[in-house]
C-alpha cells in the first residue's frame, strides 16, 4: 500500500485532474482519507459508481453533499453506462479554463490528463471500459485486481491514468470496516463472514425490513414478532427457506451468511445506501 501510494503521488505529477471513484452505498467509507489529503490540490470530480445499487432518494442527498462542500459529484453505473456522457463532459468543463490557457501559450491539442483512483471493488475498471468502449484492463470481482499503471486513450482530448485500488492502513472505526465487508472491498478471509452478514441483516431489519421480508418470503407470524427477533434468527429462516441444511437439520451458517451477502452485494435485495445523510 505504502508503495502504491507513494507511485500515486508521483504520478499526480502527470496529470490535470483527478477522478476519484467512489461506492455510492457508502460514501464515506469508500473514500480512501490519504488520496484525498494527496488530491488536495489537483482538480477533482468525484463519481459515485454502482449507483444502480443505492438508493435513489440518497443519491441525490448525497450528490447535494458534496456539492455543498464546492465539490463536483456525480453518479453512474458502469455497467449500464449510466452517467458517462456527464461524466465526460465535467472533465472538458473543469479543463476548459486550462485548456484556453494552453491555447494561448500555442500549446493547443494537447490532450487532458485524467487520473482515476479509489479503494478496490468499486468498479474502477468497469468504468475505464465502458469510457474506452474497450475491455483491455483486466477486470475481476476480487479486490484489487487492476495491478499496474496503465494509460488509456479515451478520445482526441482525453487520456486516463489508471491505478491500482489502494486502501489505507488503519481504518478509522470498526464501522468503516464493516461497511467495506458488506460491499466485498475487504477481503472475506480477514473479518468473520458470519458477523459481517449478522450486521449486514440487522442494518436491513431496522432500515430496509420490507427488502429483506420480501425477498425471502417470510411468514407473516415471523414478521408480526420481528420488534423482538434477533437478527440471528432471520438469518436461520433465511437458511431454512433457502435450504441452507447440514446434518442433523441444522443451518449453514456460513452458506446463508455467504447468500445474504452475495444477494446485497448484486442488488437482490433492491436498491439500498447504508451510509445516509
Known sequence: MLKAKKQIIEDLKLVDIVIELIDARIPISSRNPDIQEITKNKKKIIVLNKCDLSNETENQKWISF???????AILTDANSGYGIPTLMKQIENVMQEQQLKMEQ????????????????????????????????????????????????????????????????????????????SFTGTIKEEILDKVEVAYQLTKFLLENYKENIYNRYKL???????????????VMLEIGRKRGCIINGGNIDEEK???????????????RITIEKR
Not at 411468514?219 to 434468527?233: A, M
Open 66 to 72: 458534496f456539492e455543498s462542500k464546492g465539490e463536483i
Open 105 to 180: 501559450k500555442g500549446r493547443s491539442g494537447r490532450k487532458v490528463k485524467a487520473m482515476i483512483l479509489g479503494i478496490p471493488n468499486v468498479g474502477k475498471s468497469s468504468l475505464i471500459n465502458r469510457i474506452s468502449k474497450k475491455t483491455s484492463t483486466n477486470v475481476g470481482n476480487k479486490p484489487g485486481v487492476t495491478r499496474q499503471k496503465q494509460w488509456i486513450r479515451i478520445n482526441e482530448k482525453v487520456e486516463l491514468l489508471d491505478t491500482p485500488g489502494v486502501l489505507w492502513p488503519k481504518f478509522e472505526s470498526e464501522e468503516v470496516a464493516m461497511h467495506l
Open 219 to 233: 411468514d407473516q407470524s415471523f414478521i408480526e414478532n420481528d420488534l423482538e427477533r434477533d437478527p440471528y434468527q
Open 256 to 270: 446463508v451468511s455467504r447468500l445474504i451477502l452475495d444477494e446485497f452485494k448484486n442488488g437482490k435485495l433492491g
